[in-house]
């Protein structure tokens, strides 16, 4: 059916504070001081039957001075 439910699951763990939103599949992340590097996040999304797609992307966060 085009109405099947869809779960959207991370493969590898996710950065910490990072979350993805199971029903919708959105990625959001506010990353702590200490965090910058490459992080690359798998996420696998099923209908509850046959079919998953994974799709694999590559982050690169780069720190940046705050200055008060």
């Known amino acids: 059916e085009d109405n ?3 779960l ?3 493969v590898n ?3 910490p504070r990072a979350t993805l939103n199971d029903t919708t599949g ?7 001081a200490g965090q910058g590097g490459k992080y690359e996040i798998i ?3 099923t209908d509850g039957k ?3 797609q994974s ?3 590559k982050l690169l966060m780069i720190p940046t001075q705050i200055y008060h």
């Open 8 to 10: 959207f699951t991370s």
């Open 26 to 32: 959105v990625f959001s992340w506010k990353p702590l």
């Open 4 to 6: 099947d439910k869809l």
């Open 43 to 45: 996420i696998n999304v």
């Open 50 to 52: 046959a079919t998953t």
């Open 55 to 57: 799709r694999k992307t």
């Open 13 to 15: 763990p996710l950065p």
